[in-house]
């Protein structure tokens, strides 16, 4: 599987982006998939998962309430929807793909695209 991660850019506190990654290869569907980030000077954190079909979904205490994760598998595709932006967010954000949901390095990752959020 190749994920190809995009949608990144310059925002303002309080606005919007989504994020998305797309993918190819094997059966999309097969793997749930996750998103996550890393601040600079700060370890890659955990953002939020969603599961093969789309029917769970998991966030972070920090973006729960803002952030949508979802899925649409005949597009091979899975979207972050990122609602009130805050400067914390500002972030290179990583999608990648798991027949586990375990996320292990050795699983598949996206290149990331940088989300940066100005006060």
């Known amino acids: 599987v190749q994920l190809q991660a995009s949608g990144g850019g310059l925002v303002q506190a309080g606005d919007s982006l989504r994020l998305s990654c797309a993918a190819s290869?094997?059966?999309?569907?097969?793997?749930?998939v996750g998103w996550f980030r890393q601040a600079p000077g700060k370890e890659r954190e955990f953002v939020s998962r969603i599961s093969r079909s789309g029917g769970s979904t998991f966030y972070s205490d920090s973006v729960k309430g803002r952030f949508t994760i979802s899925r649409d598998n005949a597009k091979n595709t899975v979207y972050l929807q990122m609602n009130n932006l805050k400067p914390e967010d500002t972030a290179v954000y990583y999608c990648a793909a798991s027949a586990t949901a375990v996320f292990k390095s050795s699983d598949y990752w996206g290149q990331g695209t940088l989300v940066t959020v100005s006060s």
């Open positions: 290869g094997r059966t999309f569907s097969s793997y749930a």
